[in-house]
């Protein structure tokens, strides 16, 4: 038997009424007896103990326990006398209690009016279970019975990195980002040397690039570990090829998308959390290459923009499981070979490309995936250029070409947590185009 979640209840006593919601919360309470049951119900005033992750427990009325059950179960044992409105807490410290579960006996005392031959149950991870002894009848009860795991803050990753690219040939050049935006000066490349390829996150602090050109399409990646030091080549998995974007999905995956083989193509290539590419997934969406990609709402993702047999500005959203979408109507002027990166923590942002001409203006994506219309451009409008997080929830755009394909450029525009971009930077690092980068921890 689980506590009571998805219901409500009214639980009435001598001294007035407590109404409780769905999930369990405390939505109203009159009268100073039941009321006093209920002061509490978000865990204030108990006193909390150090973290149990032994198999058993006595647990103690007033108290609150973090249990711990990464390498058991717990089987708490509850007071054997309880008065009316005693409150114990229990939350899943580790986020464990999916794989071992918490058992509760409540030792000759009645359970949401169950006897304690009743098997009482806890077993999904993140859970925190509030409890108080409502009276002999029904003895204990839950008053919050709730996983909290979107309840986590979250933050991204603090560093990035911009990677190979032409500076009139192809490189394999890397530049490191600090967690205050600043670039450093080139490192030696490692890997195949190419343009025109993409770079996404992983793992929830790690980063890989893919594909790209040299002097044919190439499929081959370099994973970057959580210390921004790039690997030696992968053998290549799908379809080789060039102009593809790639973006982070799912909190801790990611996905290469389109680009240009012999023609424009919407295949994808999923990028599990230990960097390993799959093989390829059947296009969704138009074909198109030169496009950009990000991720916005925390675990999805968008790609936009690019060429079709011109410059358009669709998008197709990425679900939390890599699942791409059809396109969506675009916003905002169509370019070829913009950016996108992430900001404030659950946004994007697309910046830059061209259209007959070279843009700077941005277009902002909510924490929905919605595209906002055009933001009057900042900085040095130019095409072929990539960019990344830093910080944990600020965004840099990098390099490209401000000029028919030359010259190349190494300045740098940052992004506010606010989604707001800088001036110019001065650039850091051998000017160059067709780059990508990704952030890593």
């Not at 806890?122 to 859970?127: E, R, V």
């Not at 008053?143 to 795991?149: F, M």
């Not at 890599?322 to 659950?346: E, F, I, L, M, N």
Request: hydrophobic residues 35%; negative net charge.
């Amino acid at each position: 038997m689980s506590g009571i979640v998805g219901s409500k209840l009214n639980i009435r006593g001598s001294g007035g009424i407590a109404k409780l919601g769905t999930d369990g919360q405390v939505l109203t309470s009159s009268g100073a007896g039941v009321a006093a049951a209920f002061e509490d119900a978000a865990g204030g005033g108990l006193d909390w103990q150090s973290v149990t992750t032994g198999a058993t427990l006595t647990a103690v009325a007033g108290n609150g326990y973090p249990i711990d059950t990464t390498a058991q179960a717990c089987t708490i044992t509850l007071p054997a006398s309880a008065s009316v409105g005693d409150q114990i807490m229990f939350t899943d410290y580790a986020g464990t209690w999916g794989t071992y579960s918490i058992y509760l006996d409540p030792n000759g005392l009645n359970y949401q009016s169950k006897d304690d031959t009743w098997t009482v149950e806890y077993g999904t991870d993140d859970q925190v279970l509030h409890i108080v002894y409502i009276d002999t009848t029904e003895g204990w009860m839950p008053i919050l019975d709730k996983a909290v795991t979107d309840d986590v803050p979250y933050l991204g990753n603090d560093e990035g990195i911009f990677g190979f690219g032409n500076t009139g040939s192809v490189c394999d050049i890397t530049n490191l980002v600090s967690n205050a935006g600043v670039v450093a000066s080139d490192v030696t490349g490692v890997g195949t040397a190419r343009r025109s390829l993409g770079a996404t996150e992983f793992g929830g602090d790690k980063g890989i690039f893919g594909f790209g050109f040299t002097t044919s399409n190439v499929d081959a990646t370099n994973l970057v570990s959580n210390a921004g030091v790039v690997a030696s080549d992968v053998t290549g998995v799908g379809t080789a090829r060039r102009e593809l974007k790639a973006c982070s999905y799912g909190e801790d995956k990611g996905i290469f998308g389109f680009g240009y083989t012999t023609s424009n193509v919407g295949t994808t290539n999923l990028v599990t959390n230990a960097g390993v590419v799959g093989t390829d997934v059947t296009a969704v969406g138009t074909g198109k290459n030169g496009l950009a990609a990000c991720e916005y709402g925390i675990d999805t993702a968008i790609f936009g923009f690019g060429y079709v047999s011109g410059a358009v500005s669709t998008t197709n959203l990425v679900s939390n499981t890599g699942v791409v979408s059809s396109d969506v109507t675009g916003v905002g002027t169509a370019r070829v070979q913009p950016a996108a990166c992430g900001y404030g923590g659950d946004k994007g942002i697309f910046g830059y490309g061209s259209n007959g001409g070279y843009q700077s203006v941005t277009n902002l994506v909510s924490n929905t995936g919605v595209v906002s219309s055009d933001v009057t451009g900042v900085g040095t409008a130019r095409k072929a250029l990539a960019a990344c997080e830093y910080g944990g929830n600020k965004g840099i755009f990098g390099f490209g070409d401000i000029q028919g394909y030359a010259p190349y450029v190494s300045m740098t525009n940052l992004v506010s947590n606010a989604g707001v971009v800088g001036t110019d930077v001065t650039g850091v690092g051998s000017a160059r185009r067709e780059t990508s980068a990704c952030s890593f921890n």
